[in-house]
């Protein structure tokens, strides 16, 4: 006989084989080369049931035949072996061969010798588990049943051992299998694959998973009951995602029952699985034909439900939290983190032509200030709907933080301000028609030979672009350009030299004198601040304070200025004339601001009303408490002096709102007085007020006698300008009082 081909006459099956209807039969083995052997065990044991299963016989009459017919019937449970056959040692080596090259561990071996002399050693018998010896002449019916009842006892316990832990062994694959998913989702399905595969189950299944947890964390605020068909197999796929109450197939009809009496159901047709978890989600997995799972062990289900159980609680979680994380809950969309987490793995993946618009709604505050943020959330809902709508469900949308939203999406021909202008359509809220302007910044990921596949490259550059867009083109918008990264790179610069400039004294003040213009006698100074670069030599304020004011830093320099002032009078108290000084108007949106810049005054000893304080009239103080703020330095003694009026945002109806000792009029209008006869008669009319507000007037700028002297004309007495002064170092400052 060879392998493969194997010769089966040697298989003497019983005639008296055990018909159909009858339960499965133990099979024994016969492996002797003494037909008489064969025959006296059949007769002896023909008949005899054991555990109300017949005895299956199965001959062989060699160790090689023994060895092929024990390798063709795995289930075999107990085999006599002959120790002598074809060789002195056939029985052993064929003992050695089932345990060692068949890995039977379970087969139960009696070993049977026709001499005493041959038995075995101990050794050889605990070496081969062997299981029982006997001599052949006792094969009486009564020895012989004794030795294959407890032979096969043992066999089917080992066979339940065995199978328990092969099941254990699928159970923990499959927890395995199902754990590692982490969206409900994926874990609901794997669940599916694992139970059909370790139930051994080919018809249809469903899971269906309650959407809240009855007993769950306040993060759930909706706690409705509808249970939800998670995942489905076979007929049932189209059901997936349906809610379980819509459903009347008799699957979903068990799926109900089990959940009403929170217990597994078992029905001629059906099999189904309740499982809870600890903190109340429910779920049930119906199988058709699943019926036979009743008659599983009650531990293995028990232990495949906590695990689903147990790994439904840690997706349903996980999806929350991954919610949580990527997902802002106002409008639904992605937030930064999920838009660029998302955004990331499209740029990545897919190397296609790119466009990233960054849009900002213009004026949003002013919205939320006057309307309200109920009505600013409104606002925000209808911007995602339109963005969602105008871009379609290819594009990744998200809001990244209040009033600014980004969209990416795939080779869009729409330029910024193209978006900017679709976007900004009418929406209606609450019945009322509103249109909100945007200002959007775009960048492009390029073509094939230059592509950026950083999302963070992409964000910065949409970044710089939109930031150049909200300062030129406002409620249009702007694509970006690599200047703009020179440029933003170069801010960075300065204002990194700017911070290390103001820690090591490189800002010092120079004073422009202020002069009676009718006799130009000097009655005071505006202290102005220069920037001494080590590289750069003398920096005007016009190279940094633009840049200053973007960043933060304008408060700190408001307040070095004032030090630097305090200092500065301190030092020479031969200073006796007035002194102004600026600040930044954005320094007045710090709640702290007026208690800190008292607090230099007073560290100092400097009486606040010794000073002028110079503040531009700009957008910037429209605010109440930037308002609050400017009143609350005048009441602590601070003279107040409203720079550059009549330049940008002049309001007469703020000059009423101020408490002001002093209008500078800006030198845009001294310049054109000469030449514009519309100018001069427009500030004719602004002095002609002023007076009438009782404020001290002082006009900057005035370059040439031509403007002096219509000044002069026009009852102005005081200014400032180069055709008196240029501003001066202190030491020139204090020579040309002396010389007065
Ligand atoms: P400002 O407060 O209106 O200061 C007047 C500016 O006009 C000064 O320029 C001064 O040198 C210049 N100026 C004076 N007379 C004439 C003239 O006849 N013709 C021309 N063309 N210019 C004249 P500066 O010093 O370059 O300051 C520019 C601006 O920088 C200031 O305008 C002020 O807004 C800001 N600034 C200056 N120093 C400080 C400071 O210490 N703190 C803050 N926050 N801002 C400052
Ligand atoms: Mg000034
Ligand atoms: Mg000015």
Request: glycine residues 6%.
């Amino acid at each position: 006989m060879v392998d493969g081909n194997v010769d089966y006459t040697f298989l003497a099956v019983d005639d008296t084989s055990v018909d159909d209807q009858q339960a499965e039969p133990w099979i024994i083995g016969i492996i002797d080369d003494e037909p008489l052997v064969h025959q006296a065990t059949r007769f002896a044991l023909q008949d005899v049931e054991i555990d109300g299963r017949p005895l299956l016989f199965l001959s062989a009459y060699s160790g090689e035949q023994g060895y092929e017919l024990i390798r063709q019937q795995p289930e075999m449970a107990l085999v006599f072996i002959d120790v002598i056959m074809e060789r002195e040692d056939s029985g052993l080596v064929l003992v050695d061969r089932i345990r060692n090259e068949l890995g039977n561990k379970l087969i139960q071996i009696v070993i049977r010798t026709g001499r005493p002399g041959d038995v075995p050693e101990e050794d050889v018998i605990t070496r081969y588990a062997i299981n029982s010896y006997r001599t052949k002449n006792e094969l009486t019916r009564n020895r012989l049943f004794i030795v294959i009842a407890t032979g096969l006892r043992n066999f089917s316990l080992l066979q339940s051992i065995n199978s328990s832990r092969n099941s254990l062994r699928s159970l923990i694959t499959a927890a395995g299998n199902i754990l590692q998913h982490r969206s409900v989702k994926d874990f609901s399905n794997a669940v599916l694959l694992q139970f059909c595969s370790l139930f051994d189950l080919s018809y249809g299944c469903v899971f269906c998973v309650s959407k809240f947890p009855s007993d769950g964390p306040f993060i759930y605020t909706k706690m409705d009951k509808s249970v939800t068909v998670f995942a489905a197999s076979h007929s049932f796929t189209q059901y997936q995602d349906k809610d379980l109450e819509s459903l009347d197939l008799p699957i979903f009809q068990v799926a109900k029952q089990a959940l009403a009496a929170k217990r597994h159901v078992f029905e001629d047709d059906f099999g189904c699985l309740y499982l809870s978890t600890s903190s109340g989600w429910e779920g049930v997995i119906v199988a058709e034909q699943g019926q036979h799972l009743q008659h599983l062990d009650r531990e293995i289900l028990q232990i495949f439900c906590l695990n689903v159980a147990t790994g439904l609680e840690n997706s349903e979680y996980y999806t929350h939290l991954s919610h949580a994380v990527f997902k802002d809950k106002l409008t639904g969309l992605n937030n930064r983190t999920g838009f660029i987490n998302q955004a990331g793995i499209k740029m990545r993946s897919q190397r296609q032509v790119l466009c990233l618009y960054l849009l900002d709604i213009d004026y949003f505050h002013q919205v939320i200030t006057s309307l309200g943020y109920e009505f600013g959330n409104l606002i925000l809902k209808k911007m995602a709907s339109v963005l969602v709508e105008l871009f379609g469900e290819g594009a990744i949308t998200g809001r990244l933080h209040s009033d600014v939203f980004a969209i990416l999406v795939a080779d869009s021909k729409l330029s910024a301000a193209e978006v900017a202008t679709k976007c900004a359509q009418a929406m209606n809220i609450e019945g009322q028609s509103i249109r909100m302007g945007l200002t959007v910044g775009m960048s492009v990921s390029g073509d094939k030979t230059e592509y950026v596949d950083d999302i963070d490259i992409m964000m910065r550059r949409a970044e710089m672009a939109l930031h150049v867009a909200k300062d030129h083109w406002r409620g249009s918008g702007e694509v970006f350009n690599e200047s703009y990264e020179q440029e933003s790179y170069q801010n960075m610069q300065l204002l990194s030299d700017f911070r290390e400039g103001l820690t090591s004294e490189q800002l010092f003040l120079v004073l422009q004198p202020k002069v009676d213009i009718r006799n130009s006698q000097v009655i005071g100074f505006e202290a102005l601040i220069r920037w001494q670069h080590p590289k750069r030599g003398l920096v005007p304020p016009g190279g940094f304070i633009p840049a200053v004011e973007k960043s933060g830093i304008y408060y700190e320099l408001d307040l070095y200025v004032a030090r630097a002032l305090c200092r500065m009078l301190n030092s020479y108290p031969q200073l006796q004339a007035p002194v102004s000084f600026n600040i930044s108007a954005k320094s007045l949106n710090h709640e702290t601001f007026v208690a800190e810049l008292m607090a230099v005054f007073s560290e100092h000893k400097i009486e606040f009303s010794r000073v002028e304080i110079e503040v531009t009239e700009n957008a910037l103080i429209h605010s109440e408490q930037s308002i609050a703020r400017i009143h609350a330095l005048y009441n602590a003694g601070f003279k107040i002096g409203l720079d550059d009026f009549g330049a940008g945002f002049s309001s007469l109806a703020y000059l009423l709102r101020l408490p002001l000792h002093t209008i500078k009029i800006d030198r845009g209008f001294v310049g054109e007085i000469v030449e514009n006869a519309k100018s001069l008669t427009l500030l004719e009319g602004m002095l002609a007020i002023i007076n009438k507000l009782d404020k001290e007037i002082i006009v900057e700028g005035v370059e040439t006698i031509k403007q002096r002297d219509l000044l002069i004309a026009l009852g102005v007495t005081q200014a400032q300008g180069f055709l008196f002064y240029k501003p001066l170092s202190i030491e020139k400052a204090l020579a040309l009082l002396d010389d007065q």
